[in-house]
């Protein structure tokens, strides 16, 4: 009977499996955020206010065809994540540029937050798992915890390449290395699933951010001058090829799934 209600949930489950595919896409995500927040208020020249108040709309428009979902559907789910990546990264921006607000506070700010966004989600459902997302209210806490983590990954990954004068590709192998640390800790040390997977998570953001800092910043800004334009384009290339692919292997494996039943 439990084999069975576990497997019901599963079905259910309204956010992938945690694969090779996921984090793979996961942080291109989190890179194309950065740069296309740069292109839309920079290059197209919108300003931050303008491009927060689109693109916010396009968000809330996204979610609802989310949230309208009963199961994880690939396009629906990663077309919200890239956009609350763009959302997450313009309201560190704005708070930054727009409100003179300090790297250092906005980092310790959004922990703050982020950490109690998972103490209000425990203290309801007694459970962080992502694996469990099948209901309104913890699909709210998710989204929530999403959105912190990618505000709080844009201020630490900033923080530490500019105000810390660190560098984009430096910055990047650094976060590169506590991920890989945490990975270890968990597959040989015993550290919680849980925990390990959303330190990862949060720490992806400003991995992603620094690489596209570097791919698409000027030369003389510590870049390699590829632009916004084509850096945003190139990872969008790449994020709906294997959205693409993970939609023909759902349904493959739906169609596998009927004919065994």
């Known amino acids: ?19 090779v595919d996921f984090w793979l896409i996961k942080v291109m995500a989190v890179t194309m955020g950065e740069t296309a927040a740069d292109y839309l208020a920079v290059n197209l020249g919108l300003g931050l206010t303008t491009t927060s108040l689109i693109m916010t ?7 609802v065809l989310q949230f309208a979902q009963k199961r994880y559907v690939p396009w629906a789910y990663w077309l919200a994540v890239v956009l609350i990546s763009i959302v997450g990264t313009l309201v560190t921006d704005n708070l930054v540029d727009n409100f003179g607000v300090r790297l250092e506070t906005t980092t310790i700010v959004f922990s703050i937050v982020l950490a109690l966004t998972f103490v209000a989600w425990y203290a309801s459902e007694k459970t962080l798992s992502i694996h469990t997302i099948f209901t309104i209210r913890r699909e709210i806490f998710y989204w929530l915890a999403i959105l912190f983590t990618f505000s709080l990954g844009t201020a630490a ?13 430096t910055t990047g192998l650094i976060f590169g290395g506590v991920i890989a640390a945490i990975a270890l800790a968990y ?4 550290l919680n699933g849980i925990l390990a997977f959303w330190l990862a998570y ?18 003389e800004y510590g870049g390699m001058g590829f632009g916004t334009t084509f850096t945003s384009l190139a990872f969008l290339g790449c994020i709906v090829a294997i959205v693409l692919y993970m939609t023909l292997k759902d349904i493959i494996d739906e169609d596998d799934h009927a004919l065994l039943d």
Do not use: C, K, W
């Not at 709309?57 to 979610?63: Q, T």
């Open 1 to 19: 009977m439990t084999a069975i209600i576990n497997e019901h949930e599963s079905e259910l489950n309204r956010v992938p499996e945690v694969t």
């Open 157 to 169: 990954g900033d923080l530490v390449a500019e105000r810390f004068d660190m560098g984009y590709l």
């Open 202 to 219: 949060i720490l992806t953001r400003p991995l992603g951010a620094s690489f596209g800092d570097l791919l698409s910043q000027p030369v």
């Open 187 to 190: 597959f040989f040390l015993g």
């Open 57 to 63: 709309g396009v968000l809330v428009a996204a979610l």
